[in-house]
T-cell receptor, first 114, second 110 residues
């Protein structure tokens, strides 16, 4: 069955430190990949997406993600975390443009310590 | 630019009462529309999606229904709410990609 795994439920990072959030998927083919961020009580905001081409994609707010086909991973990174980055982050995948099959991971809560 | 409006932001309803949540999209035509529910610790669950007026697909059998009376309007309804319907409901649109979400409705069924 198709699945998306975010192995870390919570992550705490010091302000100014680097960040990497993990995402692994289980699909028969290369899916389209997304990262969303959700602040408390708010909707989800798209950070970045990967459809094809360069496997390192740049997003908003200084985030980037790298698609690694051999590892079925799409990890999110940021070189220096700001306190305002504290939020929940969701990885999502879809096998084709039919969004009825969009699958989200269960999310990783990022806490930023001073 | 495109915008999505979802209301109300919060709602407290007794068990057995009806429900109507509304979502509208501006700035695009014939979008795909979606209703998701987010329960604590359970991630996002797709409830319904629509590719056009009157076309609704249900992903999960439940106490809820959806309708799309106009191109950019999507409504989530229930005739009788259950305690288990409590959660955070998110409307989203795509045309065709990626998904863009509204700010959500926090529903508490008491």
């Amino acid at each position: 069955a198709q699945s998306v795994t975010q192995p870390d439920i919570h992550i705490t990072v010091s302000e100014g430190a680097s960040l990497e959030l993990r995402c692994n998927y289980s699909y028969g083919a290369t899916p389209y990949l997304f990262w969303y961020v959700q602040s408390p009580g708010q909707g989800l905001q798209l950070l970045l997406k990967y459809f094809s081409g360069d496997t390192l994609v740049q997003g908003i707010k200084g985030f980037e993600a790298e698609f690694k086909r051999s590892q079925s991973s799409f990890n999110l990174r940021k070189p220096s975390v700001h306190w305002s980055d504290a939020a929940e982050y969701f990885c999502a995948v879809v096998l084709n443009s039919g969004y009825s099959t969009l699958t989200f991971g269960k999310g990783t809560m990022l806490l930023v310590s001073p | 630019s495109q915008t999505i409006h979802q209301w109300p932001a919060t709602l407290v309803q007794p068990v057995g009462s009806p429900l109507s949540l509304e979502c509208t999209v501006e700035g695009t035509s014939n979008p795909n529309l979606y209703w998701y529910r987010q329960a604590a610790g359970r991630g996002l669950q797709l409830l319904f999606y629509s590719v056009g007026i009157g076309q609704i697909s249900s992903e999960v059998p439940q106490n809820l229904s959806a309708s799309r009376p106009q191109d950019r309007q999507f409504i989530l309804s229930s005739k009788k709410l259950l305690l288990s319907d409590s959660g955070f409901y998110l409307c989203a649109w795509s045309s065709p990609s990626p998904l863009h979400f509204g700010n959500g409705t926090r529903l508490t069924v008491t």
